[in-house]
Each structure stands twice: as structure tokens, then as C-alpha cells.
């Protein structure tokens, strides 16, 4: 009897301490990057439904500001779009780049945006996936 009294009140004293142990309490969601913090930096093109000649390459720099260049290279020539984008929302996109005297307009969604990974799909449903740029020093 006394085993079973003595149990008790160690199970009163310690279960209530165990239960507000810390480590036990969930955890809090991270916050969540907004859109147009997540989407600044160097996107390089890996994959694209756009017809392209083989070889190309193609890296998409969005700049803070709304600004954003667009530097394709083929055969060792560069050649080098400056523009602009700007959010509506979350998931709509729309970029104004200038080439040759011509302003083309895009308006895409973004299909998804992670640190890593930002895909977009154009107004003809034609798909272009990039992986972020990073330097050696931002690798983690």
C-alpha cells in the first residue's frame, strides 16, 4: 500500500512537469517569405515547353526594384533583354521586356515558388522551370 501511494505521488509531482516540457509544445509554423521577396535573384532556365535552339542558356535576374534582365547565351554569344515585373497577388506575374526596339509583354502564373525553384506558366499554357543562382557564399 505504501508502494502504491508513494507511485501515485511521484506520477502527481512529475507527470504535470513532463507534460509542460517544452520541447512537447508544437512548434511555430515558420513565416512564410512573401512572393515578392522570394522571387529576387538569378533564375537559371532548366526546362521550358518554348521552342529554344539546343545549347541555349538562359538566366533571369528579378531585382528588387521591379527591374529584371534576362541574359541568353547561344554559341558563346550573349545576348542581354532588360525589363520589368510586377505581382498581382501571389500568383500572377507579368513581365514588360524591350528587344530590338519591340516591348513584349507576359503575363504568367506561378506555379510554384520555393528557394530553390520558381515555375511559371505563360497565357498558352507552355511551362518554364528555373533553379536559383547561387553563389558560393549563399550555398548552404
Known amino acids: ?49 518554348n521552342e529554344l535552339p539546343k545549347g541555349t542558356t538562359a538566366v533571369l535576374d528579378m531585382k528588387k526594384e521591379g527591374k529584371l534582365t534576362l541574359t541568353m547565351e547561344l554559341n558563346g554569344e550573349k545576348q542581354t533583354i532588360e525589363g520589368t515585373w510586377k505581382l498581382d497577388g501571389d500568383k500572377k506575374l507579368t513581365a514588360v521586356m524591350t528587344a530590338r526596339g519591340m516591348e513584349n509583354k507576359s503575363v504568367m502564373t506561378i506555379e510554384k515558388l520555393t528557394d530553390e525553384d520558381f515555375v511559371t506558366v505563360d497565357e498558352g499554357k507552355k511551362k518554364d522551370e528555373f533553379k536559383r543562382v547561387r553563389k558560393d557564399k549563399d550555398k548552404k
Open 1 to 49: 500500500m505504501l508502494r502504491t501511494l508513494a507511485f501515485a505521488l511521484l506520477a502527481a509531482v512529475t507527470l504535470p512537469a513532463l507534460a509542460d516540457d517544452p520541447k512537447d509544445k508544437p512548434k511555430d509554423k515558420p513565416k512564410s517569405v512573401p512572393v515578392a521577396e522570394l522571387i529576387v535573384g538569378q533564375w537559371k532556365l532548366f526546362k521550358t515547353d
